[in-house]
Protein backbone atom coordinates (compact mmCIF):
# COMPACT_ATOMS: atom_id res chain seq x y z
CA UNK A 1 0.00 0.00 0.00
CA UNK A 2 1.20 3.63 -0.53
CA UNK A 3 0.40 7.14 0.86
CA UNK A 4 1.61 9.99 -0.31
CA UNK A 5 2.26 13.28 1.72
CA UNK A 6 0.05 16.35 1.40
CA UNK A 7 2.21 18.80 1.69
CA UNK A 8 5.96 18.01 -0.08
CA UNK A 9 4.09 14.71 -2.08
CA UNK A 10 6.53 12.42 -0.81
CA UNK A 11 5.55 8.48 -1.63
CA UNK A 12 5.45 5.82 0.91
CA UNK A 13 5.46 2.34 1.16
CA UNK A 14 3.18 0.99 4.32
CA UNK A 15 1.60 -1.74 5.77
CA UNK A 16 -2.10 -1.38 7.15
CA UNK A 17 -1.06 -2.99 10.37
CA UNK A 18 1.78 -0.42 10.99
CA UNK A 19 -0.80 2.17 10.35
CA UNK A 20 -3.30 1.27 12.82
CA UNK A 21 -0.65 0.89 15.33
CA UNK A 22 0.12 4.63 14.93
CA UNK A 23 -3.52 5.10 14.57
CA UNK A 24 -3.78 6.47 11.04
CA UNK A 25 -1.47 9.83 11.93
CA UNK A 26 2.25 9.71 9.89
CA UNK A 27 5.07 11.83 10.25
CA UNK A 28 6.92 13.16 6.65
CA UNK A 29 10.34 12.48 6.91
CA UNK A 30 11.53 15.26 4.04
CA UNK A 31 9.51 18.28 5.14
CA UNK A 32 7.88 17.11 8.70
CA UNK A 33 4.16 17.09 8.25
CA UNK A 34 2.07 15.49 10.19
CA UNK A 35 -1.10 14.44 8.76
CA UNK A 36 -3.77 11.85 9.13
CA UNK A 37 -3.54 9.26 6.38
CA UNK A 38 -6.42 6.93 7.08
CA UNK A 39 -8.43 7.41 4.39
CA UNK A 40 -5.08 8.20 1.71
CA UNK A 41 -3.83 4.78 1.39
CA UNK A 42 -4.20 3.40 -2.12
CA UNK A 43 -2.56 -0.09 -4.40
CA UNK A 44 -1.41 2.50 -7.04
CA UNK A 45 0.94 4.63 -6.06
CA UNK A 46 0.27 7.12 -8.96
CA UNK A 47 -3.46 7.29 -7.21
CA UNK A 48 -1.59 8.08 -3.88
CA UNK A 49 0.30 10.97 -5.16
CA UNK A 50 -2.79 12.37 -7.15
CA UNK A 51 -4.81 12.14 -4.04
CA UNK A 52 -6.09 15.56 -2.78
CA UNK A 53 -6.76 15.64 1.62
CA UNK A 54 -9.36 17.17 2.32
CA UNK A 55 -10.18 19.76 4.61
CA UNK A 56 -10.25 18.89 8.58
CA UNK A 57 -13.45 17.06 9.71
CA UNK A 58 -15.24 17.64 13.00
CA UNK A 59 -15.15 15.29 15.97
CA UNK A 60 -18.01 12.81 14.69
CA UNK A 61 -16.90 12.55 11.04
CA UNK A 62 -13.50 12.11 12.66
CA UNK A 63 -14.76 9.22 14.94
CA UNK A 64 -16.91 7.60 11.70
CA UNK A 65 -13.97 7.62 9.58
CA UNK A 66 -11.86 6.15 12.54
CA UNK A 67 -14.36 2.96 13.10
CA UNK A 68 -14.07 2.71 9.15
CA UNK A 69 -10.84 2.42 9.33
CA UNK A 70 -10.03 0.03 12.04
CA UNK A 71 -13.04 -2.10 10.37
CA UNK A 72 -10.49 -1.93 7.24
CA UNK A 73 -7.83 -2.95 9.37
CA UNK A 74 -9.09 -5.89 11.31
CA UNK A 75 -9.55 -7.38 7.63
CA UNK A 76 -5.59 -7.24 7.35
CA UNK A 77 -4.61 -10.56 5.32
CA UNK A 78 -2.58 -12.88 7.32
CA UNK A 79 1.24 -14.25 6.17
CA UNK A 80 -0.43 -17.15 5.13
CA UNK A 81 -2.06 -15.47 2.26
CA UNK A 82 -0.77 -14.57 -1.00
CA UNK A 83 1.70 -11.24 -1.41
CA UNK A 84 -1.03 -9.42 -3.05
CA UNK A 85 -2.53 -6.44 -2.99
CA UNK A 86 -5.69 -5.45 -0.54
CA UNK A 87 -8.56 -7.81 -1.08
CA UNK A 88 -12.07 -7.07 -2.38
CA UNK A 89 -13.50 -6.16 1.18
CA UNK A 90 -10.76 -3.84 1.97
CA UNK A 91 -11.10 -1.99 -1.03
CA UNK A 92 -14.94 -1.28 -0.37
CA UNK A 93 -13.94 -0.10 2.65
CA UNK A 94 -11.66 2.47 1.59
CA UNK A 95 -14.56 3.53 -0.52
CA UNK A 96 -16.73 3.40 2.39
CA UNK A 97 -13.99 6.02 4.23
CA UNK A 98 -13.61 8.08 1.03
CA UNK A 99 -17.54 8.55 0.47
CA UNK A 100 -17.91 9.51 4.56
CA UNK A 101 -15.36 12.69 3.52
CA UNK A 102 -16.94 13.54 0.66
CA UNK A 103 -14.64 12.69 -1.84
CA UNK A 104 -15.23 10.77 -4.77
CA UNK A 105 -13.86 7.28 -5.18
CA UNK A 106 -10.46 6.73 -7.67
CA UNK A 107 -11.85 5.95 -11.17
CA UNK A 108 -10.28 2.92 -11.04
CA UNK A 109 -7.88 0.63 -8.99
CA UNK A 110 -4.37 -0.93 -10.81
CA UNK A 111 -3.84 -3.89 -8.50
CA UNK A 112 0.31 -4.46 -8.39
CA UNK A 113 2.33 -7.15 -6.99
CA UNK A 114 3.26 -5.59 -3.01
CA UNK A 115 6.43 -6.22 -1.76
CA UNK A 116 5.30 -7.59 2.07
CA UNK A 117 7.66 -8.83 5.14
CA UNK A 118 5.19 -11.44 7.01
CA UNK A 119 8.28 -12.76 8.98
CA UNK A 120 7.21 -11.33 11.89
CA UNK A 121 3.59 -11.75 11.61
CA UNK A 122 1.54 -14.92 13.02
CA UNK A 123 0.14 -17.14 11.34
CA UNK A 124 -3.75 -16.81 11.79
CA UNK A 125 -5.51 -16.97 8.82
CA UNK A 126 -7.76 -20.21 8.21
CA UNK A 127 -8.92 -21.16 4.65
CA UNK A 128 -12.12 -23.42 4.71
CA UNK A 129 -11.68 -26.51 3.07
CA UNK A 130 -13.31 -27.30 0.25
CA UNK A 131 -14.38 -31.14 -1.18
CA UNK A 132 -12.35 -31.89 -4.58
CA UNK A 133 -14.94 -31.89 -7.43
CA UNK A 134 -16.09 -34.88 -8.39
CA UNK A 135 -14.99 -36.54 -11.82
CA UNK A 136 -17.19 -37.30 -14.72
CA UNK A 137 -18.31 -40.54 -15.12
CA UNK A 138 -16.80 -40.63 -18.50
CA UNK A 139 -13.58 -40.02 -16.39
CA UNK A 140 -13.81 -43.25 -14.26
CA UNK A 141 -14.93 -45.32 -17.45
CA UNK A 142 -11.73 -44.31 -18.73
CA UNK A 143 -9.36 -45.08 -15.34
CA UNK A 144 -11.18 -48.40 -15.33
CA UNK A 145 -10.62 -49.60 -18.80
CA UNK A 146 -7.37 -48.27 -18.47
CA UNK A 147 -6.62 -50.29 -15.53
CA UNK A 148 -8.34 -53.40 -16.96
CA UNK A 149 -6.07 -53.50 -20.29
CA UNK A 150 -2.78 -53.25 -17.88
CA UNK A 151 -3.66 -55.81 -15.85
CA UNK A 152 -5.01 -58.30 -18.44
CA UNK A 153 -1.84 -57.57 -20.59
CA UNK A 154 0.87 -57.66 -17.68
CA UNK A 155 -0.80 -60.69 -16.12
CA UNK A 156 0.86 -62.97 -18.18
CA UNK A 157 3.99 -60.99 -19.71
CA UNK A 158 7.18 -62.06 -18.46
CA UNK A 159 10.54 -59.72 -18.83
CA UNK A 160 12.59 -62.48 -20.40
CA UNK A 161 15.72 -59.51 -20.90
CA UNK A 162 15.78 -59.02 -17.44
CA UNK A 163 15.61 -62.64 -16.30
CA UNK A 164 18.21 -63.05 -18.87
CA UNK A 165 20.63 -60.49 -17.29
CA UNK A 166 19.86 -61.83 -13.84
CA UNK A 167 20.89 -65.35 -14.65
CA UNK A 168 24.16 -63.97 -16.64
CA UNK A 169 25.59 -61.44 -13.64
CA UNK A 170 25.00 -64.82 -11.74
CA UNK A 171 27.15 -66.96 -13.81
CA UNK A 172 30.06 -63.91 -13.56
CA UNK A 173 29.78 -63.93 -9.97
CA UNK A 174 30.53 -67.60 -9.43
CA UNK A 175 32.73 -68.30 -12.13
CA UNK A 176 34.71 -65.10 -10.48
CA UNK A 177 34.57 -67.20 -7.36
CA UNK A 178 36.29 -70.06 -8.79
CA UNK A 179 38.51 -68.47 -10.95
CA UNK A 180 39.94 -66.71 -7.12
CA UNK A 181 39.76 -69.93 -5.12
CA UNK A 182 40.40 -72.25 -7.68
CA UNK A 183 43.86 -73.36 -5.70
CA UNK A 184 41.64 -74.51 -2.69
CA UNK A 185 38.79 -76.27 -4.82
CA UNK A 186 40.87 -78.26 -6.57
CA UNK A 187 41.98 -80.36 -3.44
CA UNK A 188 38.10 -81.54 -3.33
CA UNK A 189 37.15 -84.61 -5.23
CA UNK A 190 34.03 -83.71 -5.98
CA UNK A 191 35.39 -80.34 -7.86
CA UNK A 192 38.47 -81.19 -9.57
CA UNK A 193 36.23 -82.85 -12.57
CA UNK A 194 34.35 -79.40 -12.70
CA UNK A 195 37.37 -77.49 -12.63
CA UNK A 196 39.31 -79.01 -15.03
CA UNK A 197 36.53 -78.42 -17.33
CA UNK A 198 36.38 -75.02 -16.10
CA UNK A 199 40.12 -74.32 -17.07
CA UNK A 200 40.42 -76.26 -20.09
CA UNK A 201 38.86 -73.27 -22.21
CA UNK A 202 40.60 -70.56 -20.40
CA UNK A 203 43.93 -72.34 -20.51
CA UNK A 204 44.41 -71.89 -16.26
CA UNK A 205 46.80 -73.72 -14.03
CA UNK A 206 45.85 -76.02 -11.56
CA UNK A 207 47.75 -77.74 -8.14
CA UNK A 208 48.06 -81.13 -8.13
CA UNK A 209 45.50 -82.87 -5.55
CA UNK A 210 46.76 -83.41 -1.93
CA UNK A 211 46.05 -86.76 0.01
CA UNK A 212 48.79 -87.40 2.66
CA UNK A 213 46.16 -90.56 4.24
CA UNK A 214 46.56 -92.26 0.94
CA UNK A 215 50.47 -92.78 0.77
CA UNK A 216 51.97 -95.96 2.43
CA UNK A 217 55.34 -96.57 3.59
CA UNK A 218 56.42 -99.70 2.46
CA UNK A 219 59.96 -99.58 3.88
CA UNK A 220 61.97 -97.86 6.54
CA UNK A 221 65.24 -97.83 7.76
CA UNK A 222 67.82 -95.67 9.68
CA UNK A 223 71.17 -96.57 10.41
CA UNK A 224 74.49 -94.85 11.65
CA UNK A 225 76.07 -93.50 8.30
CA UNK A 226 79.18 -95.81 7.29
CA UNK A 227 81.17 -93.00 6.11
CA UNK A 228 80.43 -89.91 8.32
CA UNK A 229 80.65 -89.75 12.22
CA UNK A 230 77.67 -88.79 14.37
CA UNK A 231 75.48 -88.97 11.38
CA UNK A 232 72.08 -91.12 10.27
CA UNK A 233 71.48 -92.70 7.07
CA UNK A 234 67.82 -92.54 6.26
CA UNK A 235 66.04 -95.23 4.00
CA UNK A 236 62.33 -95.03 3.50
CA UNK A 237 60.09 -96.26 0.24
CA UNK A 238 56.16 -95.32 -0.07
CA UNK A 239 53.65 -95.74 -3.05
CA UNK A 240 50.78 -93.88 -3.80
CA UNK A 241 47.57 -95.66 -3.61
CA UNK A 242 45.08 -92.87 -4.70
CA UNK A 243 43.43 -93.29 -8.45
CA UNK A 244 44.55 -89.71 -8.79
CA UNK A 245 48.09 -88.30 -9.36
CA UNK A 246 49.07 -85.90 -6.01
CA UNK A 247 51.46 -83.77 -5.39
CA UNK A 248 54.96 -85.17 -3.69
CA UNK A 249 54.45 -84.30 0.02
CA UNK A 250 56.77 -83.14 2.74
CA UNK A 251 58.16 -85.90 3.96
CA UNK A 252 58.50 -85.66 8.17
CA UNK A 253 61.25 -86.93 10.52
CA UNK A 254 60.76 -87.11 13.51
CA UNK A 255 62.79 -88.64 17.20
CA UNK A 256 61.24 -88.63 20.92
CA UNK A 257 63.00 -90.24 24.13
CA UNK A 258 61.43 -93.19 26.39
CA UNK A 259 58.61 -91.07 27.56
CA UNK A 260 57.54 -90.48 23.47
CA UNK A 261 58.63 -86.56 24.26
CA UNK A 262 60.50 -84.90 21.17
CA UNK A 263 63.75 -84.70 21.07
CA UNK A 264 64.71 -83.59 17.27
CA UNK A 265 62.64 -83.25 13.95
CA UNK A 266 63.14 -82.20 10.17
CA UNK A 267 61.04 -81.65 7.14
CA UNK A 268 62.06 -82.44 3.55
CA UNK A 269 60.77 -81.11 0.97
CA UNK A 270 60.43 -83.11 -2.12
CA UNK A 271 63.37 -81.64 -3.89
CA UNK A 272 65.75 -82.69 -1.48
CA UNK A 273 64.66 -86.12 -1.14
CA UNK A 274 63.81 -87.28 -4.96
CA UNK A 275 66.49 -88.65 -7.18
CA UNK A 276 65.23 -86.20 -10.07
CA UNK A 277 64.06 -83.15 -8.64
CA UNK A 278 62.41 -81.98 -12.22
CA UNK A 279 59.69 -84.73 -12.07
CA UNK A 280 58.28 -83.17 -9.09
CA UNK A 281 55.96 -80.98 -11.31
CA UNK A 282 54.35 -83.94 -12.93
CA UNK A 283 53.07 -85.64 -9.29
CA UNK A 284 53.30 -88.85 -8.01
CA UNK A 285 51.59 -91.15 -10.14
CA UNK A 286 48.91 -93.57 -8.98
CA UNK A 287 50.36 -97.27 -7.81
CA UNK A 288 54.16 -95.47 -8.01
CA UNK A 289 56.91 -95.86 -5.55
CA UNK A 290 59.51 -93.80 -4.24
CA UNK A 291 62.66 -94.57 -2.41
CA UNK A 292 63.89 -91.80 -0.73
CA UNK A 293 68.11 -91.82 0.51
CA UNK A 294 68.49 -88.99 3.28
CA UNK A 295 71.26 -88.23 5.42
CA UNK A 296 71.05 -86.52 8.79
CA UNK A 297 72.52 -85.64 11.83
CA UNK A 298 72.59 -88.16 14.95
CA UNK A 299 70.07 -86.32 17.52
CA UNK A 300 71.87 -88.25 20.45
CA UNK A 301 71.21 -91.11 22.86
CA UNK A 302 67.80 -89.82 23.82
CA UNK A 303 66.70 -90.64 20.79
CA UNK A 304 65.46 -93.87 21.01
CA UNK A 305 62.35 -94.12 18.69
CA UNK A 306 61.46 -92.50 14.90
CA UNK A 307 58.30 -91.45 13.28
CA UNK A 308 57.53 -90.84 9.51
CA UNK A 309 54.68 -88.48 8.29
CA UNK A 310 53.70 -87.02 5.28
CA UNK A 311 52.29 -83.73 5.02
Not at 47 to 53: D, G, K, T
Not at 103 to 114: C, L, T
Not at 203 to 222: A, M, V
Request: negative net charge.
Amino acid sequence: MYVACPSCKALYKIELVHLRAAGGQLHCGACKTRFNASAAVFEDPQQALAYEYPPQVGEAEAQAIDELVHRALDQVPGPQEEESGSTAGETDLVDDILSAQGAEPPPERVSIQADVDFSAWPPVTEFPATAPAAPPPEADEFHQAYLLQHAVGGAGRTNWGMIATALLLVALLVAQYIWGDRYHLAQFAQWRPALDMFCKPLDCDLPLRRDPGQIEITEREIVRHPYIADALLVNATFVNNADFPQAYPLFQISFSDVSGAPVAARRFRPAEYLAVPAAMDNGMAPGEQVHAVLEIIDPGERAVSFQFEFL
